[in-house]
């Protein structure tokens, strides 16, 4: 007898089949069921710091005016490294996916035009930044699990990274949020906090070294890109000094790649001053950051609002708090979201915009962003 995968009643699923996981190269979390929820990060924020709760796990939306999807859960299990995927998920019954694209909002040319109107906005105004966003819907017969969807990420992702969040505390009942991010919005651990932006891309070219080896060289030496990265860089330094004894930011980015991208990347680390702000509180402050919104916040925000269809959870962050206040944030950029019956799912992909931006090379940015996705469903 079958049943809806997601609902955790299948009889060949296993029973450890998680409803949160983040798969991290330098440690992951899983957990299942739920104690409590909040659509409210503030409020999980009180009963963090009142000692209410062992854990708070979930996704925070991209506009923090929406609800947030966090959960207090039931059973948590901890690891040192990244996860290993389960072998139902792998080689069992659970590890056939059939996908098919059925959609794009906008069209590619439609985005070019909101890339070329975008870029004009900026050189005539006091906007800096803007990052836009496209999205592709996608259906599945049979339905999909997203723990599927998952698994396949963490085994194709350079690094293992991956995570799922259930969007049900949201209003969202029954959808999930699946990804793969490289970037990590904010970790803290006891007094120390570090961040890893991600702004300035190039995609890889897999088959070829030398011509991947050209990209990054490439990306290295981009004015267009180090100016993207360096108002990204400059939002965490405001939110992180007031709050640091001392703060060390690397002079200049670094490259760092994923199995599809290139990009410039900085580590931030920090001292927190007593009394630390929890995880969660430093991911309220700090995200959206520059990154995934632009500069000012405000204006690109408007831009956005009016530019795009609603992102939902895209470009806002996913993670966990634990008792002791410590955590990690990642940037929710490389996902999809999974409707409540496994039938369909929306991926995003973005850019960031500057005066110096061409619009075709956007459009191939996203085009090469979305791949993390789409290689994962067979697309």
């Given at each position: 007898?079958?049943?809806?995968?997601?609902?955790?009643?299948?009889?060949?699923?296993?029973?450890?089949?998680?409803?949160f996981l983040?798969?991290?190269?330098?440690?992951?979390?899983?957990?299942?069921?739920?104690?409590?929820?909040?659509?409210?990060?503030?409020?999980?924020?009180d009963?963090?710091?009142?000692g209410?709760?062992?854990?708070v796990?979930?996704?925070?939306p991209?506009?923090?005016?929406?609800p947030?999807?966090?959960?207090?859960?039931?059973?948590?299990?901890?690891?040192?490294?990244p996860?290993?995927?389960?072998?139902y998920?792998?080689?069992?019954?659970?590890?056939?996916?059939?996908a098919m694209?059925?959609?794009?909002?906008?069209?590619?040319?439609?985005?070019?035009?909101?890339?070329?109107?975008?870029?004009?906005?900026?050189?005539?105004?006091?906007?800096?930044?803007?990052v836009?966003?496209?999205?592709?819907?996608?259906?599945f017969?049979?339905?999909?699990?997203?723990?599927?969807v998952a698994?396949?990420?963490?085994?194709?992702?350079?690094?293992?990274?991956?995570?799922?969040?259930d969007?049900?505390?949201a209003?969202?009942?029954?959808?999930?949020?699946?990804?793969?991010?490289?970037e990590?919005v904010?970790?803290?651990?006891g007094?120390?906090?570090?961040?890893?932006?991600?702004?300035?891309?190039?995609?890889?070219?897999?088959?070829?070294?030398?011509?991947?080896?050209?990209?990054?060289?490439?990306?290295?030496?981009?004015?267009?890109?180090?100016d993207?990265?360096?108002?990204?860089?400059?939002?965490?330094?405001?939110?992180l000094?007031?709050l640091?004894?001392?703060?060390?930011?690397?002079?200049?980015?670094?490259?760092?790649?994923?199995?599809?991208?290139?990009?410039?990347?900085?580590?931030?680390?920090?001292?927190?001053?007593?009394?630390?702000?929890?995880?969660?509180?430093?991911?309220?402050?700090?995200?959206?950051?520059?990154?995934?919104?632009?500069?000012?916040s405000?204006?690109?925000?408007?831009?956005?609002?009016?530019?795009?269809?609603?992102?939902?959870?895209?470009?806002?962050a996913?993670?966990?708090?634990?008792?002791?206040?410590?955590?990690?944030y990642?940037?929710?950029?490389?996902?999809?979201?999974?409707?409540?019956d496994?039938?369909?799912?929306?991926?995003?992909?973005?850019?960031?915009?500057?005066?110096?931006?061409?619009?075709?090379?956007?459009?191939d940015?996203?085009t090469?962003?979305?791949?993390?996705?789409?290689?994962?469903?067979?697309?």
């Amino acid at each position: 007898m079958s049943s809806n995968p997601l609902t955790g009643t299948g009889v060949n699923r296993p029973a450890s089949a998680p409803d949160f996981l983040l798969s991290r190269a330098d440690g992951s979390v899983r957990t299942q069921g739920a104690d409590r929820t909040f659509s409210d990060a503030w409020q999980a924020i009180d009963a963090i710091e009142r000692g209410e709760v062992e854990m708070v796990v979930g996704a925070l939306p991209f506009d923090q005016d929406c609800p947030a999807a966090l959960t207090v859960p039931q059973t948590i299990i901890r690891e040192p490294g990244p996860l290993e995927p389960h072998p139902y998920y792998r080689v069992g019954p659970g590890s056939q996916i059939n996908a098919m694209l059925i959609d794009v909002d906008p069209s590619p040319e439609e985005h070019l035009s909101r890339v070329e109107a975008a870029v004009s906005t900026i050189r005539s105004s006091l906007l800096d930044k803007v990052v836009l966003a496209r999205a592709v819907d996608i259906a599945f017969d049979p339905p999909v699990d997203p723990r599927l969807v998952a698994a396949r990420l963490i085994d194709l992702s350079y690094t293992h990274d991956g995570f799922i969040a259930d969007l049900t505390p949201a209003g969202r009942v029954g959808h999930f949020l699946v990804g793969s991010s490289p970037e990590v919005v904010v970790r803290r651990r006891g007094n120390t906090v570090t961040s890893f932006p991600l702004a300035g891309s190039a995609a890889r070219v897999p088959n070829d070294p030398v011509a991947d080896r050209a990209a990054a060289a490439s990306l290295a030496g981009s004015k267009k890109d180090f100016d993207e990265h360096r108002f990204v860089v400059e939002h965490i330094r405001d939110v992180l000094a007031p709050l640091c004894t001392e703060l060390e930011i690397a002079q200049r980015p670094v490259l760092e790649k994923t199995s599809e991208m290139w990009h410039l990347a900085t580590p931030i680390k920090g001292t927190l001053k007593n009394p630390s702000p929890t995880a969660l509180d430093l991911a309220l402050r700090l995200y959206p950051t520059p990154a995934v919104c632009g500069t000012p916040s405000s204006a690109a925000e408007a831009l956005i609002t009016t530019a795009e269809s609603d992102r939902g959870f895209y470009a806002g962050a996913v993670g966990y708090t634990d008792a002791a206040g410590d955590g990690e944030y990642m940037v929710a950029i490389r996902c999809a979201e999974v409707n409540a019956d496994g039938t369909r799912a929306r991926a995003w992909a973005g850019g960031g915009l500057t005066a110096d931006s061409d619009p075709q090379a956007e459009l191939d940015e996203t085009t090469a962003k979305l791949r993390t996705i789409m290689r994962a469903l067979g697309l």
